[in-house]
């Protein structure tokens, strides 16, 4: 059973940038895609950004240009640096592999707000 831990959700101006980490434990981290989820209260998670074992990425339209997802496999991590941030982008964020694991970290909190 994996452990995903996610850090580095911040308070932040729009404009701004923040760096959010995965640290994976628990499975296999360089045999699995990762995929970065963000949920706004009351909705669903919706996918963000997912990087292929071979490190190939893809985002959603709305991140494209802004996000970038990367992984360090030595690190058994996953990073999603965000910049230019808007208000909308505001949400929890998570982190799980593909397939999904069936138990999900507790998230990292990402406010953009002035």
């Known amino acids: 059973q994996a452990q995903l831990v996610e850090s580095g959700g911040d308070l932040v101006q729009p404009g701004g940038s923040l760096r959010l980490s995965c640290a994976v434990s628990g499975s296999i981290f360089r045999n699995y895609a990762w995929t970065w989820y963000r949920q706004v209260s009351g909705n669903e998670r919706g996918m963000v950004a997912t990087?292929?074992?071979?490190?190939?990425?893809d985002y959603t339209d709305s991140v494209k240009g802004r996000f970038t997802i990367s992984r360090d496999n030595a690190k058994s991590t996953v990073y999603l640096q965000m910049n230019s941030l808007k208000p909308e982008d505001t949400a929890v964020y998570y982190c799980n592999r593909i397939p999904q694991c069936n138990s999900w970290g507790q998230g990292t909190r990402v406010t953009v707000s002035s």
């Open positions: 990087i292929t074992r071979g490190g190939k990425a």
